[in-house]
């Protein structure tokens, strides 16, 4: 007795291969997004340094509940605040890890490039002779014109490139490190969400604090290394996409 296992169903072969292709071109998650907002990402870990406690939460030396030898002996001082903190006198703008600048992006360029090449070059050459040692039957009565060549090739190229970019945004950014030459290295980022529809914005690069503004403030064209990238996803954003399968078509398609 002889059993055979039948065929699998075309439904659920065409069911299996479209369920992979979709988790391939990450269909899926664009399915389980649909009639939501798009999430607005987790916010990082404050970047900042360990905070000296300020003098008047320290005991005094023998005072009973000292447990920690380093408060015991913290010298005495008529103010009862930690040095560095924020003061009347003292200069607020940005200089050390965990502190706050304002970056002022105002991005207005335009470009235009105009190329054109025109290239033409006609080439002939011409050769004769007398006798070919005796070999004259093989070429005929008339072996004079045993060599006569002619080119000629033309190129022409044009290309014409335009751009415009207008960007007006203010950010607060971070203070991520400090080099040993006394440079900053910022990183901030921001987003905002309307509707169905997030944009963000992220700033990174280094500034020197000499280029800090009385408002603790700084353009984007002192920014050194900057990156800036203003983008978005939402409705909006896939609505302005190819399809996936026309991605992948161009890709592969060779003509």
Same mark, same amino acid.
């Given at each position: 007795?002889? /059993?055979?296992?039948?065929? =699998?169903?075309?439904? #659920?072969? +065409?069911l299996l291969?479209?369920s992979?292709? $979709?988790?391939?071109? %990450?269909?899926v998650g ?10 607005l ?8 340094p360990t905070?000296v406690?300020s003098?008047g939460?320290?005991?005094? /030396?023998?005072?009973?509940g =000292?447990?920690?030898? #380093?408060? +015991?002996?913290?010298p005495?001082?008529a103010? $009862?605040?930690?040095? %560095?903190?924020?003061?009347f006198?003292?200069?607020q703008?940005?200089?050390?890890v965990?502190?706050i600048?304002t970056i ?5 360029d ?5 190329n054109s090449t ?11 002779? +007398?006798?070919l ?16 060549t002619?080119?000629s090739?033309s190129?022409?190229?044009?290309g014409?490139t ?10 607060a950014?971070?203070v991520?490190?400090?080099?040993p030459?006394?440079?900053l ?7 905002v ?23 603790n403030?700084i ?12 983008g978005g996803?939402?409705?909006l954003t896939?609505a ?6 026309q ?8 003509f």
């Amino acid at each position: 007795m002889t /059993s055979r296992i039948a065929p =699998a169903a075309p439904t #659920a072969l +065409a069911l299996l291969s479209l369920s992979l292709a $979709l988790s391939g071109c %990450g269909a899926v998650g664009r399915l389980k997004s649909v009639g939501k907002a798009p999430k607005l990402s987790a916010a990082e870990a404050p970047v900042a340094p360990t905070l000296v406690p300020s003098l008047g939460n320290s005991t005094a /030396s023998g005072r009973t509940g =000292a447990t920690d030898p #380093a408060q +015991a002996a913290a010298p005495r001082g008529a103010s $009862l605040f930690r040095t %560095g903190a924020g003061a009347f006198f003292n200069d607020q703008r940005a200089s050390r890890v965990g502190d706050i600048v304002t970056i002022k992006i105002n991005i207005a360029d335009n470009a235009t490039v105009n190329n054109s090449t025109t290239r033409t070059r006609d080439g002939s050459e011409t050769g004769s002779v +007398a006798a070919l040692l005796g070999l004259e039957g093989v070429f005929g009565k008339n072996p004079s014109s045993a060599v006569d060549t002619s080119t000629s090739s033309s190129t022409v190229g044009v290309g014409d490139t335009k751009r415009s970019e207008q960007i007006n945004m203010t950010i607060a950014a971070t203070v991520v490190g400090v080099l040993p030459n006394g440079n900053l290295q910022i990183r901030g980022r921001q987003e905002v969400r309307v509707n169905f529809e997030l944009r963000e914005l992220v700033v990174t690069g280094i500034i020197r604090p000499e280029d800090i503004g009385r408002d603790n403030s700084i353009n984007h064209t002192q920014i050194a290394d900057a990156r800036i990238s203003y983008g978005g996803r939402g409705q909006l954003t896939d609505a302005q996409q190819a399809r996936w399968g026309q991605q992948i078509y161009d890709a592969l398609f060779p003509f």
